[in-house]
């Protein structure tokens, strides 16, 4: 599967490489020349930032930017409906026969159309140019109307009417020349797997719905995040001939988590037999990385952990997913789930040593209270390429990183094998370790003799450095002819500047010398402890600095829903007409915490009094985010429809702003009003 991915990986990203020349190229520009009117805009204007009047200019000046961006997406929604739909097609389906039931191995789409609506884009924040590189974050927001069906054995028929997807994407801009494109390539990816919900049709009639239903979403979610979820990545190259060497830009930090304390757990009582003290333990994800299980604590209701685990970090705004279970014993007795806390390394950083987050419970679609909480610890440790003492002499801790062993595969040269026969690719070994290429073939705009690869894999090393160890490249044509191997040893990379190998080496092959690979190895070591305390604090000072250089922690906002317009009855022949029970879910920011107000019940015209939360402001872009919904008794409750916009866009307009609510692209003739207020 993995084998398969990189493969799709490379076909996508030789297919986009097509369509962007024409389409996304000129997207992925006009996207650079926001980032840079952003960027320089908000430095002319550092003498000016007490200035109110000259605030507001700049955040309109914004709006005009991110608006002009969105404008020229929808005007080329038509050709990117037509390109995205042949790369779903040609990505997805075979990805169908390797993952679904074997019924339903020949699922393939019949109609694919996605749909009207254009994606949105917002909340972009632009950082300091730093290290010869550019970086800048927007969200990305569609919610369409999809015409897709998809087809499958037994005359099993399904579509999928419409789709949600929220994510934020971070785009760096690296190496920048002094020359015409002035960036040589763009490395783009999602900071988080971004929110997908599909509106299936006609599964109702198969039996295995749900089945099909969670399968399909994780393909989608498997496909994303091991192509563009971090620390993964996908490259465009503004210029054909840069080297992905230097493009390549691996993860720099390490994210050590700590499980401290939970407390407010309860004992469940039981009528037959012994009541039941919780045996805690907590499951904690960052990321596309793979889930950690911290330590099982006995009947205990305040359950004390102190453990830690090493996670890669590649952005701050990551999530940090805890699940909280009671482990149960007996094959028949599945551990009971306790509840579940969302917050990014952000929010972590910015709440000072440790935070303690409420877990959360979803009952019947619902997020509820749960009563318990766990307390939890952050500290940022940064990888460096001056020393790799923390490789030497450390005991073995799965759980600790201690250095990042990283591998990038550029191309080949020459390759001894017919045209029409190549069908190249790169196999990485190191230890129990393996990563293979994409398959490189001969066709249109490729030049299959000559491969350009463009794969970066990196490996977070918990053990101390064996120098007898090595990184073994295998080329190969086929799955079994081999076309040359070499070896890179770490005591070579030791003996190297920087720890560091970029070479175009030929490689041995039996009988004569092989092709060239252009390829480059490296190791980074882990600061020290000392240090790594000081990175924490400088990281955490940096986060609460606004984009106009003043302390967040003397800067918030109050966010107020105050009432509701345009809400409707819904008619009903031999039922009660059902009056609306309405009530906001509310985001901030990037943070994934949502806060929920009182539902108002049977009112078309919903008033809340003023019902606020505040949050520490970072600056005016941040986004204002609404998904209004209508309280049912029995069953999920109705999505009545949703809104965005900025804390900048509702304070001028003197703090309050009614938002046009919108489902599936269209306006539904309701109103949300806002309030806004900095603190």
């Known amino acids: 599967l993995s084998h398969r991915l990189n493969h799709l990986k490379y076909i996508k990203s030789v297919e986009m490489g097509k369509g962007l020349s024409l389409v996304g190229g000129f997207l992925l520009g006009s996207l650079t020349t926001l980032a840079a009117v952003i960027y320089f805009k908000r430095s002319s204007s550092k003498e000016e930032k007490e200035d109110r009047v000259n605030v507001a200019k700049t955040v309109s000046s914004h709006e005009d930017h991110v608006n002009l961006i969105t404008d020229i997406i929808s005007r080329l929604w038509p050709h990117i409906n037509v390109a995205g739909c042949a790369t779903v097609r040609e990505v997805v389906e075979p990805m169908f026969k390797e993952m679904m039931p074997k019924a339903l191995s020949n699922l393939h789409f019949t109609e694919l159309d996605l749909g009207q609506v254009p994606i949105r884009l917002d909340n972009v924040v632009v950082h300091e140019l730093k290290d010869g590189m550019l970086q800048f974050d927007l969200d990305v927001t569609w919610h369409s109307e ?32 002094n020359e015409l494109p002035i960036v040589s390539a763009i490395q783009y990816g999602f900071v988080n797997t971004p929110e997908l919900e599909l509106d299936f049709t006609g599964l109702a009639s198969i039996a295995d719905f749900a089945v099909i239903e969670k399968t399909i979403r994780k393909i989608i979610q498997d496909i994303l995040s091991s192509m563009m979820v971090l620390p993964n990545s996908m490259v465009y190259k503004m210029d054909p001939a840069c080297d992905f060497r230097e493009v390549y830009k691996p993860p720099k930090s390490i994210a050590r988590i700590t499980c401290v304390n939970g407390r407010g757990f309860v004992v469940q009582k039981s009528t037959l037999g012994k009541d039941d003290i919780p045996d805690v333990y907590c ?11 911290s330590s099982t604590i006995k009947d205990d209701l305040s359950p004390v952990w102190n453990e830690s685990k090493d996670f890669l970090l590649s952005h701050t705004d990551q999530i940090l997913t805890v ?46 209270k749960s009563g318990a909480s766990l307390s939890l610890a952050c500290d940022i440790c940064n990888f460096t390429q001056k020393s790799i003492s923390s490789l030497k002499n450390v005991k073995h801790s799965k759980d600790k990183i201690c250095g990042l062993l990283t591998i990038v595969i550029a191309g080949a ?37 000559n491969p350009v690869y463009d794969a970066g894999f990196h490996i977070p090393l918990t053990e101390a450095l064996q120098s007898s160890s090595a990184v073994k490249l295998v080329l190969l044509n086929g799955k079994n002819s081999v076309l040359g191997e070499t070896e890179v040893k770490l005591n070579e990379l030791e003996k190297a500047f920087a720890f560091h190998v970029s070479e175009t080496r030929q490689l041995e092959r039996v009988g004569s010398g092989g092709p060239m690979l252009k390829f480059a190895v490296g190791l980074s070591g882990v600061e020290d402890s000392h240090t790594a305390g000081t990175t924490t604090d400088l990281l955490r000072s940096s986060l609460r600095k606004s984009s106009k250089g003043i302390d967040a922690e003397d800067e918030k906002v109050r966010i107020s829903i105050i009432s509701g317009v345009g809400f409707t009855i819904k008619k009903k022949r031999l039922k009660k007409n059902d009056i609306p029970d309405i009530y906001c879910m509310v985001k901030f920011g990037t943070s994934p915490k949502e806060w929920r107000t009182p539902t108002i019940k049977d009112s078309i015209e919903p008033s809340w009094n003023n019902e606020s939360n505040e949050y520490s402001l970072q600056n005016l872009n941040q986004v204002i ?11 999920k409750d109705d999505h009545v429809g949703s809104a965005r916009t900025t804390v900048g866009n509702v304070l001028l307009r003197g703090g309050e702003m009614e938002m046009r609510l919108q489902k599936n692209g269209r306006d539904t003739g309701a109103f949300i009003q806002i309030g806004c207020i900095k603190l």
Not at 342 to 364: N, P, R, Y
Not at 625 to 635: F, I, Q, W, Y
């Open 146 to 177: 999809s015409n897709i069906k998809l087809s499958a054995n037994y005359g099993l028929n399904f579509g999928v009417k419409s789709i949600k997807m929220n994510g934020r994407m971070i785009f760096t801009l690296r190496p920048l020349t």
């Open 283 to 293: 499951l904690v994800k960052l990321g596309s990385e793979s889930q950690w299980r």
């Open 323 to 368: 699940d909280a279970w009671d482990e149960d014993k007996g094959a028949l007795n599945d551990d009971d789930y306790l509840g579940t806390a969302e917050l990014t390394i952000c929010d972590m950083l910015m709440a000072g040593q440790t935070i303690e987050v409420e877990l959360m419970q979803k009952v019947k679609g619902k997020n509820k």
């Open 413 to 449: 040269l020459d390759l001894p094998v017919k045209k029409e026969d190549a069908a190249s690719f790169v196999k990485i070994t190191y230890e129990k370790h393996e990563f293979m290429t994409g398959v490189v073939v001969d066709a249109e705009g490729i030049d299959a003799l």
């Open 625 to 635: 985010s609404l998904e209004v919904m209508d309280e049912n008794k029995r069953g």
